[in-house]
């Protein structure tokens, strides 16, 4: 994992198209840095009621915010330098960071599909294990919405890997929903933990899990895919405006088919709406026992590509860390 200087938030003080007053009225509300102010650019007008009737005036403040980020007009050359400010966050095997291009990287949110029991959550885990290892002053949020979370798994990941397990566990913002409104809602208010609590790494399992539950039937499809919209962008901009790991885990569906097709016709389940805003997306299934088969099936900078790594009490490992067991 490559350890890299995470850029400490940009006071909104230093934002010139906004009064003292309006300043002091977004502090209030909780916005005290530029990064906060354009996760949260589509409640200004209800927070600053005035620039309802001036659009111009919203479109400054938005355009000044993203000037700061260095997401506005930028040359070519800038954005290469804010890119190498990326952090790599190791999977645990070799051989699927170098899938990956080196690991997860920040500023995107991958995902990890599959059937049950392919070792979608054993991937978070050890992420989550190894990035808190890296950075001893940071945290991660682990969203779960499966009832996945086991502290006594995280525990054996750890110290069977050698680390600190008390200490990394105290370091875990556990976060449980039970319906899709708590998720857009915890999301929503995820940049305050980002901020307040130093985090480097938010993981989601499994992001689409209650969504899929609770809008059922054809006619509900196109609330359901609206309220996921909301949630991806939100935590995109999380990853992008502060520079931290995003990975979630998504379920599949099986199409059936009248043909024979290897492994079956299973696809992601989100449809466009989620596959857009991933990267990379993985599809993991099973090999054996403990082995499996990664194939990076979408990256804009990656090409496809396969990956065999294990899930043992270590979490993710390469296959030859494991002897004598398929």
């Not at 977004?26 to 009737?53: F, M, Q, S």
């Not at 680390?163 to 449980?176: A, E, F, H, P």
């Not at 804009?300 to 860390?321: H, R």
Request: net charge neutral; glycine share 6%; charged share 25%.
């Amino acid at each position: 994992m490559e350890k890299a200087e995470i850029p400490v938030g940009i006071p909104i003080d230093k934002m010139k198209s906004l009064s003292k007053d309006k300043i002091e009225v977004l502090k209030e509300n909780g916005i005290k840095t530029v990064e906060a102010l354009l996760y949260r650019t589509d409640e200004l007008e209800d927070l600053l009621p005035d620039l309802a009737e001036k659009p111009r005036d919203l479109m400054n403040i938005h355009i000044e915010a993203l000037s700061l980020k260095k997401m506005w007009m930028v040359p070519a050359s800038e954005i290469s330098e804010v890119e190498k400010s990326q952090i790599a966050f190791t999977t645990g095997s070799k051989a699927l960071d170098q899938l990956l291009g080196g690991g997860v990287h920040s500023m995107y949110v991958a995902e990890f599909y599959g059937e049950f029991g392919t070792g979608k959550s054993q991937i978070l885990n050890t992420i989550m294990v190894e990035a808190l290892n890296t950075f001893k002053d940071k945290t991660a949020v682990y969203i779960d919405c499966e009832r996945t979370y086991r502290e006594s798994r995280i525990s054996e990941i750890a110290s069977k890997r050698g680390y600190d397990s008390k200490d990394i566990i105290s370091r875990i913002i556990l976060i449980r929903t039970v319906t899709s409104a708590e998720l857009e809602e915890v999301v929503r208010r995820l940049y305050l933990t980002v901020e307040g609590r130093n985090s480097i790494l938010v993981v989601c399992d499994s992001l689409i899990s209650h969504l899929r539950s609770e809008y059922l039937g054809r006619e509900m499809l196109q609330p359901r895919q609206h309220a996921l919209a909301r949630i991806l962008k939100k935590l995109k901009d999380l990853a992008s405006l502060y520079n931290i790991g995003v990975v979630i885990s998504n379920q599949v569906v099986s199409v059936p088919q009248q043909t024979f097709t290897p492994f079956g016709d299973i696809r992601p389940v989100g449809g466009h709406i989620l596959g857009h805003v991933t990267e990379p997306r993985v599809f993991v299934r099973k090999a054996g026992a403990i082995t499996r088969i990664a194939r990076l099936e979408d990256s804009c900078w990656l090409p496809p590509g396969e990956a065999t790594f294990a899930i043992t009490e270590k979490g993710v490992v390469d296959v030859e860390e494991v002897k004598g067991v398929s």
